[in-house]
């Protein structure tokens, strides 16, 4: 049967995870990896992950897996916006405990690359003719207890499999605007094909490179070798004209 992309992916996925885990060294890695994208049927695919475990079965975190450090006071965060915009985004500590407001705007609150100090996080929210969305990684727990008032508050609630993993519970309240909270799915799928497209772009290029040194070198020795022969010919016109005058 032919290969899909999405069969490529699949098989990348697992090779990607097997040189993160140290099963795959980087040259066995770019060599799978090229063998992926020239594959054409599954047939030419199984052979490339068989000594590999599936991407599902690798083992789950360890208990100690995240390293919260020790309870204490924090201050809270507070994000407001008021016929304005505001947002919390990027590489950032979390507190304990974040303060949405929007009255006639919009908060934005992104976690998907936040470090967790703590594993529990709660964010009270308001949203008066406004709007507030938060974006969290998939693999933490995210629950809720809000309420919409002539409003919407929809948040996507999600069980972690790991049960210390972080934990965010938006509270509060949406009247006459709107409240999401959703897991983040598919951003990290993406820049995985990015990455693997690059990887395939990047192994193109140095199999052209090598083509092109080899055809440079090949190209050098049969120069070299109309040299040598051509110094073979005429050393022989040569002796025959010596023996020409000899005799």
Known sequence: MRASDADRDRVAEILREALAEGRLDAEEHAERIDAVYRAKTLGELEPVVRDLPAVGARPQPAADAYEYGPAGPEADQNLVAIFSAANRKGRWRVPRRINAVAIFGSVE????????????????VTSVFGSVEIRVP?????????????GSFEVETHEAEDGNAPEVDVNGFALLGSVEAKPKRGAWIRDLRDRLRGDRRERMDELRAERHERMDELRAERHERMDQLRAERHERWEERRRRRRLG
Do not use: K
Not at 111 to 122: G, H, K, N, Y
Not at 138 to 150: D, F, P, V, W
């Open 109 to 124: 609150i992104d976690l998907t690359e936040a470090v967790f100090p703590q594993q529990r996080v709660q964010i009270n």
């Open 138 to 150: 998939e693999n933490i727990t995210l629950r809720s207890s809000g309420s919409g008032i002539l």
